[in-house]
C-alpha cells in the first residue's frame, strides 16, 4: 500500500486531488458573486440610491434605469455563464470578468473614491476576486495546453 503512489508523485496526486472538488467550488463561489450582485443591484439596493451613485460617477440621469438595470443584468448573464459553459469553454468569459471588475473598480475608485477607505473595504474585496478568476484562467489554459500535447 505504501507503494500505491511513488513518492515522487505523491504531492501532485494529492494538490489534484484537492483541485478536483476545490475548484468546482470555487466557480460556484464566484457565480453566486455574480448572481447575488445582480439581484442586489436589481431588487435589493434602492434604485435611487443606485442612480445616485451612477450620477456620481458621470452617468446621465436619463440613463441611470439603463445603466443599472443593464449592469445587472450583465452580472447575472457572467454567473449564470459561470455555471453554464463547460470546461474548456470558459477562458474568454474569466477575462471578460476581469475587465469588468478591472473597469468597476477603477471608475469607483476614480469618482467615489470614499470607497477606498470604506471600513467593509467594498473595493479591496475584489483583489481576491481578481485573483481567483486569473487561477481558473491559468489553470483553463493548462488544461487547454495539455489536451493539445495529446
Do not use: C
Not at 135 to 142: K, T, V
Amino acid at each position: 500500500m505504501a507503494d500505491f503512489i511513488s513518492p515522487d508523485r505523491r504531492r501532485a496526486e494529492r494538490t489534484q486531488a484537492q483541485l478536483n472538488w476545490l475548484l468546482p467550488l470555487l466557480r460556484l463561489s464566484i457565480a453566486a458573486v455574480w448572481i447575488a450582485t445582480a439581484w442586489v443591484s436589481a431588487l435589493a439596493y434602492p434604485a435611487a440610491e443606485s442612480y445616485r451613485l451612477l450620477e456620481r460617477t458621470g452617468v446621465p440621469a436619463a440613463l441611470a434605469p439603463l445603466m443599472l438595470y443593464g449592469a445587472a443584468g450583465l452580472d447575472l448573464l457572467l454567473g449564470v455563464a459561470t455555471l453554464a459553459l463547460p470546461r474548456g469553454k470558459r477562458g474568454p468569459l474569466w477575462l471578460a470578468q476581469i475587465a469588468l471588475i478591472a473597469f468597476y473598480s477603477l471608475l469607483i475608485a476614480w469618482r467615489l473614491p470614499e470607497f477606498l477607505i470604506h471600513p467593509y473595504g467594498p473595493l479591496t474585496k475584489n483583489l481576491p476576486m481578481l485573483a481567483a478568476i486569473w487561477l481558473l484562467y491559468e489553470l483553463e489554459n493548462a488544461e487547454k495546453a495539455e489536451k493539445g500535447k495529446r
